[in-house]
């Protein structure tokens, strides 16, 4: 069973730019939920999909947006890069929105200038 | 609004002694409640869940976490604790009652088992 992948693994963007962020889910999973996960601290939830559909949304800005395809695969994309936005982003996979358990692929960490 | 918070930002263990990482939550409706284990440039792993039932449920790796419904606490636990349980430790929660709600995670507790 394949786990949760993200590419790349590393990124380094100049403020102003625009990024594009990849995660592959787990096999039989519908739900993908992205984090981004700032230098000492949790977890920040950025928003979810469940299948292909939006299906929450965190405290984050419409920059920040993305998709699921009908592989249940996900991107996010984020325009106008800030400083702030330097993070570990983080795409987890559940079999579902109720109870079920995310499960985390490595990261992508992201770098601006 | 759903909230977690851990209060200790490190816990020091000697290797063999029993461990105990703390957990409170707030949450409206019925929480759903998780503990994950993060090691140095890794993604998360999942470690527990309580969703419903008895109050003690078991994990991954030999641990353990006690839902108190009346403290609003779920404390992760470990009988005997290993140099290798060193790392960063997150509790999260959601309402159960209310669906698209997100995972709302604690700020993460250090471990250190020293040995």
């Known amino acids: 069973e394949t786990g949760v992948t993200q590419s790349p693994t590393h990124l380094i963007k100049t403020r102003g730019q625009q990024v594009t962020l990849r995660c592959s889910s787990q096999?039989?999973?519908?739900?993908v939920s992205w984090y981004q996960q700032a230098l000492g601290q949790g977890p920040q939830f950025i928003f979810q999909?469940?299948?292909?559909?939006?299906?929450g949304r965190g405290n984050f800005p419409p920059r920040f947006s993305g998709l699921q395809f009908p592989n249940y695969s996900s991107e996010l994309n984020v325009n106008a890069l800030e400083l702030d936005d330097s993070a570990l982003y983080l795409c987890a996979s559940s079999l579902g929105v109720g109870g079920y358990e995310q499960y985390f692929g490595p990261g992508t960490r992201l770098t601006v200038t | 609004a759903q909230s977690v918070a851990q209060p200790e930002d490190q816990v020091n263990v000697a290797e063999g002694n029993p461990l105990t990482v703390k957990c409170t939550y707030s949450?409206?409706?019925?929480?759903?409640l998780f503990w994950y284990v993060q090691y140095p440039n890794r993604g998360l792993q999942f470690l527990l869940k309580y969703i419903t039932g008895d109050n003690l449920v078991k994990g991954s790796y030999g641990f353990e976490a006690e839902f108190n419904k009346s403290q609003t606490s779920f404390h992760l636990k470990k009988p005997s604790a290993l140099v290798s349980d060193s790392a960063l430790y997150f509790c999260a929660v959601r309402d159960g009652g209310q669906a698209g709600t997100a995972l709302i995670f604690g700020k993460g507790t250090t471990l250190s088992v020293s040995s």
């Open positions: 999909y469940y299948r292909e559909e939006e299906n």
């Open positions: 096999s039989g999973h519908n739900t």
């Open positions: 949450v409206s409706g019925n929480p759903y």
